[in-house]
């Protein structure tokens, strides 16, 4: 089993920046795909981003490809979401999600382990 803890959520103005930090333990990091889902007031999760478990894969929604970048730190059992030109429609509680195989994908139902979620707020 892993244990996730999301961290690095607030509030920010409108082109401006975060960093996100998901910090995983209970089992060997390494070995899972990990993702970033988010979800705003009165809509489903959505997926934004995810990143092999070597690092050399990742994958981003559309919306905000570009913008966000995922990566992660084996050695300190740490995955990150750096947010840039944020904009209001990225308002969201952000989840990291992580899942024992190689390669993550786009679907929350395919992760097996959550985070407790750190709300990001954009304002205008």
């Known amino acids: 089993q892993v244990q996730l803890v999301e961290s690095g959520g607030g509030l920010v103005q409108a082109g401006g920046s975060l960093r996100l930090s998901c910090a995983g333990s209970g089992r060997t990091f390494s070995n899972y795909a990990m993702a970033w889902f988010r979800q705003g007031p009165g809509k489903e999760r959505e997926f934004v981003a995810t990143l092999s478990w070597s690092g050399g894969n990742k994958y981003y929604a559309d919306s905000v490809k570009g913008r966000f970048t995922i990566s992660r730190d084996n050695a300190k059992n740490t995955a990150y979401l750096q947010m840039n030109s944020l904009r209001p429609e990225d308002t969201a509680v952000y989840y990291c999600?992580?899942?024992?195989?190689?390669?993550?994908?786009?679907?929350?139902?395919?992760?097996?382990?959550w985070g407790q979620g750190t709300q990001v707020t954009v304002s205008s």
């Open positions: 999600a992580a899942q024992p195989q190689v390669l993550g994908d786009t679907t929350p139902s395919t992760y097996k382990y």
